[in-house]
């Protein structure tokens, strides 16, 4: 099992950046998708979910309204898209799912807000 993420960067509070997953070595479209963050000296915490199909989705209070998960099951593909960015949207974020018993993490891309 692999999870790729990328699409992170520096980016001007009210800015807009899109996180993109890609999975492969399990059945990506039956399972929910997941994304995490963690901020420097915080715990991880969840930001999104969406269903295997993409009908549901929820999100962390701090992101409502601001961001949106959705995913590509033709291309294996979750997506986080941010917007209205704050300086406290600053971590590291990851992908995350569980294919039950196991659960699998990316390794990671980094967000900072700055100006």
């Known amino acids: 099992v692999q999870l790729v993420e990328s699409g992170g960067g520096l980016v001007q509070p009210g800015g807009s950046l899109r996180l993109s997953c890609a999975a492969s070595g399990f059945r990506f479209s039956i399972y929910a998708m997941r994304w995490y963050r963690q901020a420097p000296g915080k715990e991880r915490e969840l930001v999104a979910t969406?269903?295997?199909?993409?009908?549901?989705?929820d999100y962390a209070d701090s992101v409502k309204g601001r961001f949106l998960i959705s995913r590509d099951n033709a291309k294996n593909t979750v997506y986080l898209q941010m917007n209205s960015l704050k300086p406290e949207d600053t971590a590291v974020y990851y992908c995350?799912?569980?294919?039950?018993?196991?659960?699998?993490w990316g390794q990671g891309t980094q967000v900072t807000v700055s100006s």
């Open positions: 969406i269903s295997s199909g993409g009908g549901l989705t």
């Open positions: 995350y799912v569980r294919t039950a018993p196991d659960s699998y």
